[in-house]
C-alpha cells in the first residue's frame, strides 16, 4: 500500500462548480499535511497547509481527519485556471525540515 | 537568486554515459532534497540533505546514483551509466521551516 494515495482522476468539471479531492495516508505517526499544485510541465508549488481544525484559503479549503487519515481539499466556483495537478503531501515525524511524501495526485480539468 | 536554481534545464545523453545534474538552492535554505519525476506519474524520493548531518539515501534506486552538497550549498546528483529508464525530471527542492521549494527541475533523456 502506498503512503500517500490520492484519486488520479482526471475530474472534468464546468467551469463555477465546485470539486473535491480527498487523499488517504497509512502512516498514523504523520504530523503535517499540505497540498501542492502542479501545473503541466512545471515543478510542484504549495497551494496550502492542512491544519487539523481545517482551513480556508479563498476559494479553497483544507480539512483534516487524523482518526480517518484523510484529507481533503474543495475548491469553490472553479476557475479554468485551476486546470492542473493536485499533489497531497505528507510529512512524518517533528522536524520541520525532515523528508515529505507526495501522493501521485489528481488531475483536474476545469471547461468552459 | 531567490528561488531554486537547477541546471542544465535539458540533457540529452547516450545510454552508459555519465550525467550530472546541478542544484543550487535558496540561499540560507538548510535541507535539501531530489526527486524524480517520470512522466504521468508522481514525485519519487531520491534523497536528502539536512545541514552536516549524514544524508538519507533511502530513496537512491541503485548505486549507479549518487549526490552531494558542498558547503551546504550547491548539491550535484550524478548518475552514472545512464539507463533509458533513467530518463525523467528530475526535481531539486531547498527548506528552511518545512515548506519546500522547488526548482524547476532538468528533464533528461537517455537515448
Redesign the interface.
Known amino acids: 500500500r502506498k503512503e500517500v494515495e490520492q484519486d488520479p482522476g482526471p475530474f472534468n468539471v464546468p467551469e463555477g462548480a465546485t470539486v473535491a479531492f480527498n487523499c488517504t495516508y497509512s502512516n498514523s505517526a504523520s504530523q503535517?499535511f499540505?497540498w501542492y499544485r502542479q501545473d503541466c510541465r512545471?515543478?510542484?508549488?504549495?497551494l496550502m497547509?492542512v491544519y487539523s481544525s481545517g482551513n480556508e484559503d479563498g476559494r479553497f479549503t483544507a480539512q483534516l481527519n487524523r482518526a480517518s487519515q484523510y484529507i481533503s481539499l474543495l475548491i469553490r466556483d472553479s476557475k479554468l485556471s485551476d486546470s492542473a495537478t493536485y499533489?497531497c503531501v505528507v510529512?512524518r515525524g517533528g522536524?520541520?525540515?525532515?523528508?515529505?511524501?507526495?501522493?501521485?495526485?489528481t488531475r483536474l480539468q476545469v471547461t468552459l | 537568486g531567490a528561488g531554486v536554481s537547477q541546471s542544465p534545464s535539458n540533457k540529452v545523453t547516450e545510454k552508459g554515459k555519465d550525467v550530472e545534474l546541478r542544484c543550487d538552492p535558496i540561499s540560507g535554505h538548510t535541507a535539501l532534497y531530489w526527486y524524480r519525476q517520470s512522466l504521468g506519474q508522481g514525485l519519487e524520493f531520491l534523497i536528502y540533505f539536512q545541514g552536516n548531518s549524514a544524508p538519507d539515501k533511502s530513496g537512491l534506486p541503485s548505486d549507479r546514483f549518487s549526490a552531494e552538497r558542498t558547503g551546504g550549498s550547491v548539491s550535484t546528483l550524478t548518475i552514472q551509466r545512464t539507463q533509458q529508464e533513467d530518463s525523467a525530471v528530475y526535481l531539486c527542492a531547498s527548506s528552511l521551516v518545512g515548506i519546500q521549494y522547488f526548482g524547476a527541475g532538468t528533464r533528461l533523456s537517455v537515448l
Do not use: V
Request: glycine share 14%.
Open positions: 503535517s499540505f512545471k515543478e510542484p508549488k504549495l497547509s499533489l510529512r522536524g520541520t525540515a525532515s523528508k515529505l511524501t507526495f501522493g501521485t495526485g
